[in-house]
């Protein structure tokens, strides 16, 4: 006699994974945990110190982007002056720019901006170079951003995913430093004149 068919087992649940994501109820109990640290909650992982301290040597770069870029508006002359002023003027602003949402981060993670004059140049990695003519003026402009091109790069490889906020903003910046690289790259590489 045939053996009767053994009824079909039902499919095993799989095992529950434990969730990545909190409860809504410890998103709610962990907000009200030191709310005096606004925007920095619990789960905030990375080494906030250590950011703010890379941020504030970031924020003495752009300074002296800023101051340089705008000595070298002021102080250029010759046939392509009018062309590259323009220039000097635009990245002085976007130097600006990027300083103050700097600054802004470094208040949000807690910290303090240091804008410390009397130390900005020796804060920075990048350096304040005059330039004899304008020729020297972009190329010492261009060393600039390729300084910070750099250590906006080294920045954003030590974050990682610890803090993404600061990583985007440095990742914007560092778009923003790599277009004013190549175009001093291309204002020299077409140059006319000494
Ligand atoms: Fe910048
Ligand atoms: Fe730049």
């Not at 220039?87 to 130097?95: D, G, N, P, R, T």
């Amino acid at each position: 006699m045939p053996k009767p068919a053994k009824p079909a087992k039902a499919p095993r649940k799989p095992a529950a994974t434990p969730s990545p994501l909190s409860s809504t109820q410890t998103l709610r109990a962990n907000a009200r945990k030191r709310i005096e640290d606004g925007a920095i909650t619990p789960g905030y992982s990375a080494d906030r110190k250590r950011i703010i301290s890379l941020l504030n040597a970031a924020l003495a770069t752009e300074w002296v982007c800023v101051l340089r870029y705008y000595r070298h508006y002021f102080m250029a002359k010759g046939m392509l002056a009018d062309a590259v002023k323009g220039e000097f003027l635009e990245h002085a602003q976007q130097e600006l720019a990027h300083a103050n949402r700097i600054a802004e981060r470094i208040v949000q993670l807690g910290g303090e901006p240091d804008l410390d004059p009397d130390t900005l140049t020796a804060r920075a990695h990048a350096e304040y170079k005059e330039g004899r003519d304008l020729r020297e003026m972009v190329k010492e402009d261009l060393i600039a951003e390729r300084i910070a091109i750099d250590s906006y790069r080294e920045m954003i490889g030590f974050i990682g995913d610890s803090d993404t906020t600061t990583k985007r903003m440095l990742e914007q910046i560092l778009e923003q430093e790599e277009e004013h690289a190549d175009e001093f790259a291309d204002l020299l590489d077409g140059w006319i004149g000494k």
